[in-house]
């Protein structure tokens, strides 16, 4: 069993049971809560005072509640934030708040804190300048108002701020989005369509449509060479790079010769020796000679 007497550590019995050895811990941790609030903990152990020897810097910790541009950025944003009127600053208020502000910086950074001092001492020129009475012969005509000049400065330098906030506001390569680089083979290869079957079988019968157009009623023999058609066939192809299907027929000369002279054009691809193509489906289909692989 566990036994404790008062200012006396607990002192636990081998023999004691799981149930009271648990009570251990809880009356440990109700003698700590007792010597006061924790302030850290050391690897899981409270620590209610800090070691004597420990060193802690000056500069550990710093905290900016705000961060400001500059003297303008810090007098426009006390303006803004007690709802003053920007042309009727009151310039007694403002400036004792500024001049809080400074205090704080000159605790910490010194080269800062001389370009927020020039403006504290135009703040209080221009509180100077309104407190003095104003001349007889300048109360005759509207007299200047110290501060114009200052909210002139003011008025410009939130106009820019604006302008900034929306400039930052366009997307920026690198920070927005990123830009992508595409490979692209300049190697262009002219692939030409296959001529198909309806296509072909569609300008012979335009071909023939043509040559009954011109046909004449005469009962004629006549011998016909398909050897001496692809003959004529490939001269003239030889004279030009391309030439239309329907250009190598003369229809003039009757249905007979147009078909002999198809008949020698399908011979003549057969044997690889022209190519019909086009350049398209349903374009026109031209004729030229085969190229042979050298």
Not at 160 to 167: M, P, Q, T, V, W
Not at 172 to 201: A, G
Request: net charge negative; hydrophobic share 45%; with cysteine.
């Amino acid at each position: 069993m566990v036994s404790a007497e008062a200012g006396d550590a607990a002192v636990a019995d081998p023999g004691a049971e799981p149930e009271a050895l648990n009570d251990a811990p809880a009356a440990a941790g109700d003698a700590a809560a007792d010597a006061g609030p924790a302030c850290a903990r050391l690897y899981g152990a409270p620590l209610t005072r800090l070691p004597n020897d420990l060193y802690i810097p000056p500069d550990a910790l710093e905290i900016f509640l705000e961060a400001f541009e500059g003297p303008l950025d810090l007098l426009l944003y006390l303006i803004r934030k007690q709802n003053f009127n920007i042309l009727d600053i009151p310039m007694a208020e403002v400036t004792l708040q500024y001049l809080k502000y400074v205090d704080q910086i000159r605790l910490h950074n010194l080269e800062l804190a001389a370009e927020y001092l020039l403006m504290a001492a135009m703040l209080i020129e221009i509180k100077s300048r309104m407190l003095l009475p104003q001349k007889k012969a300048d109360t005759e005509d509207e007299a200047d108002d110290p501060r114009a000049e200052l909210v002139r400065r003011l008025l410009e330098y939130e106009q820019i701020k604006l302008a900034a906030y929306d400039l930052n506001a366009v997307p920026l390569v690198e920070r927005d989005f990123q830009r992508t680089s595409v490979f692209i083979d300049q190697t262009v290869v002219t692939v030409w369509p296959e001529v198909n079957l309806e296509d072909l079988q569609r300008a012979w019968a335009d071909v023939l449509r043509r040559a009954k157009l011109t046909q004449r009623h005469r009962i004629s023999r006549q011998e016909l060479s398909v050897r001496e058609h692809m003959s004529s066939i490939l001269r003239q192809l030889q004279s030009s790079r391309f030439v239309e299907f329907a250009e190598l027929f003369d229809t003039g000369a009757g249905v007979p010769v147009v078909v002999v002279h198809f008949v020698a054009m399908l011979e003549l691809a057969k044997e690889t020796l022209i190519e019909i193509t086009q350049a398209e489906p349903y374009a026109p289909i031209y004729v030229r000679l085969a190229y042979s692989p050298a």
